[in-house]
């Protein structure tokens, strides 16, 4: 039998979706599952993108440009103008989903064995898209101690060899809901300009900003004209996940004309995804003010049951919807698989994502899980009482039920 390639061998299964089928034979078992692994909201996709579905009466359903549908360019581009961060239609290349733009940016810009520095836990899949296009992680290690701060110039400094082409982050953070601050950024900035590297920035969590804090995109940044590539998406702002409509946003030309051939080689992002997405980016502000407003309150309840749990840790997340949490468990992804296996309470029980699947090292966060409080609040109250209890009972609980040997921030 021939064998499987060696590149397939190494790729990692995916934290956020590896438990799936446990989910679903628990399902099978008449359990509800509260999905709180995976960045998929609950919130209605507005209603304008499907009527410009509807009104779209194609005959054909034909290939777009490669770089996507000019209208879409411009729309995308008259949001970053809007918040004067100026681009141009030609500078945004439109893709399917974020994913994809990430992977047409490492195969122009890196070459095979090039480095570049992540600060981690990170989206897992970037580990994905780095192996496939044959570049090495470096992972910079950041603590939910510390709330996930970024490390010492000298520490990425420390990091950087003569293979060491780019920075990536993610910001506001997905897995950790951090959000950097201006001054982070401005670090950031610095080494790029001071080691001539690319600073790819990961911004399709922008308008999830709370407390009062506000996002800095990298296009803000000085000095970071030829050297700054954002990678956007309608998924989580438009609640429009399944519609694979992302974007390459860039300044750099050479850039955008490498991106392309990778677009050209793969004929066009969705046609019907791009009508509805060129809809919703006419929603006015009012639209991101009640989504902000719905998720902050999400934010708020979750942080506040997690402060009542005993043993527990989560930094006071302050964007995306995501946090990183601390439990007082043996293995974060046995008790991951053992609430889906072994426990329900009311009927019920809760799906997480393992964190050790968003470090390099998968020996870090053995003891913590991501969580998306992407449901509404009834549901994640449900859900919230239903993982408490199973951190009461799970037989491989660190710290004896009624001993507070660490304490939620």
Same mark, same amino acid.
């Given at each position: 039998?021939?064998?499987?390639?060696?590149?397939?061998?190494?790729?990692?299964?995916?934290?956020i979706r590896k438990l799936v089928p446990l989910a679903e034979d628990a399902q099978?078992?008449?359990?509800?599952?509260?999905?709180?692994?995976?960045?998929?909201?609950?919130?209605?996709?507005?209603?304008?993108?499907?009527?410009?579905?509807?009104?779209?009466?194609?005959?054909?359903?034909?290939?777009?440009?490669?770089?996507?549908?000019?209208?879409?360019?411009?729309?995308?581009?008259?949001?970053?103008?809007?918040?004067?961060?100026?681009?141009?239609?030609?500078?945004?290349?439109v893709t399917t989903g974020a994913s994809e733009a990430l992977l047409f940016i490492?195969?122009? =810009?890196?070459?095979?064995?090039?480095?570049?520095?992540?600060?981690?836990?990170?989206?897992?899949?970037?580990?994905?898209?780095?192996?496939?296009?044959?570049?090495?992680?470096?992972?910079?290690?950041?603590?939910?101690?510390?709330?996930?701060?970024?490390?010492?110039?000298?520490?990425?400094?420390?990091?950087?060899?003569?293979?060491?082409?780019?920075?990536?982050?993610?910001?506001?953070?997905?897995?950790?809901?951090?959000?950097?601050?201006?001054?982070?950024?401005?670090?950031?900035?610095?080494?790029?300009?001071?080691? %001539?590297?690319?600073?790819?920035?990961?911004?399709?969590?922008?308008?999830?900003?709370?407390?009062?804090?506000?996002?800095? $995109?990298?296009?803000?940044?000085?000095?970071? *004209?030829?050297?700054?590539?954002?990678? %956007?998406?309608?998924?989580?702002?438009? $609640?429009?996940?399944?519609?694979?409509?992302?974007?390459?946003?860039?300044?750099?030309?050479?850039?955008?004309?490498?991106?392309?051939?990778?677009?050209?080689?793969?004929? $066009?992002?969705?046609?019907?995804?791009?009508?509805?997405?060129?809809?919703?980016?006419?929603?006015?502000?009012?639209?991101?003010?009640?989504?902000?407003? *719905?998720?902050?309150?999400?934010?708020?309840?979750?942080?506040?049951?997690?402060?009542?749990?005993?043993?527990?840790?989560?930094?006071?997340?302050?964007?995306?919807?995501?946090?990183?949490?601390?439990?007082?468990?043996? %293995?974060?992804?046995?008790? =991951?698989?053992?609430?889906?296996?072994?426990?329900?309470?009311?009927?019920?029980?809760?799906?997480?994502?393992?964190?050790?699947?968003?470090?390099?090292?998968? $020996?870090?966060?053995?003891?913590?899980?991501?969580?998306?409080?992407?449901?509404?609040?009834?549901?994640?109250?449900?859900?919230?009482?239903?993982?408490?209890?199973?951190?009461?009972?799970?037989?491989?609980?660190?710290?004896?039920?009624? *001993?507070?040997?660490?304490?939620?921030?």
């Open positions: 039998m021939p064998k499987i390639s060696s590149r397939a061998e190494i790729m990692p299964a995916s934290p099978k078992r008449g359990n509800k599952v509260y999905f709180l692994n995976i960045g998929q909201p609950d919130i209605p996709t507005p209603p304008e993108y499907y009527e410009a579905i509807r009104k779209a009466n194609l005959e054909v359903l034909a290939y777009s440009h490669s770089a996507g549908n000019e209208s879409l360019r411009a729309k995308i581009a008259q949001y970053y103008t809007r918040l004067n961060l100026p681009v141009t239609t030609n500078e945004v290349i490492f195969m122009a =810009c890196l070459n095979p064995g090039d480095e570049i520095i992540v600060p981690q836990p990170f989206y897992a899949n970037y580990n994905s898209f780095a192996l496939t296009a044959g570049v090495k992680v470096v992972p910079i290690t950041t603590y939910i101690e510390n709330d996930f701060d970024l490390p010492a110039i000298e520490t990425f400094e420390s990091l950087i060899t003569p293979k060491t082409k780019a920075i990536l982050i993610c910001n506001p953070g997905n897995p950790t809901g951090i959000l950097y601050s201006l001054k982070a950024l401005e670090k950031l900035r610095d080494i790029v300009v001071k080691h %001539d590297l690319y600073l790819i920035a990961d911004e399709v969590y922008r308008e999830f900003a709370y407390d009062g804090h506000k996002h800095h $995109s990298v296009f803000s940044l000085s000095n970071l *004209e030829e050297k700054a590539i954002v990678v %956007d998406s309608i998924s989580k702002r438009f $609640s429009a996940c399944g519609a694979r409509i992302g974007c390459v946003v860039t300044h750099n030309k050479e850039v955008l004309n490498a991106i392309m051939k990778y677009a050209q080689a793969r004929l $066009s992002p969705p046609t019907m995804g791009q009508i509805g997405a060129e809809a919703v980016y006419d929603l006015p502000p009012s639209f991101y003010e009640k989504i902000i407003t *719905e998720y902050s309150e999400r934010r708020n309840f979750l942080l506040g049951e997690l402060q009542k749990m005993e043993g527990v840790l989560c930094p006071e997340v302050n964007g995306a919807f995501y946090a990183m949490v601390k439990l007082p468990v043996d %293995d974060a992804e046995k008790f =991951c698989r053992w609430m889906l296996e072994s426990f329900s309470y009311k009927g019920a029980t809760v799906m997480m994502a393992p964190a050790n699947g968003f470090y390099a090292d998968p $020996s870090l966060g053995k003891d913590e899980v991501r969580i998306a409080y992407v449901l509404k609040k009834e549901n994640l109250a449900a859900a919230m009482e239903c993982l408490a209890e199973g951190l009461k009972v799970y037989p491989g609980r660190t710290i004896p039920v009624g *001993e507070k040997a660490m304490s939620s921030k």
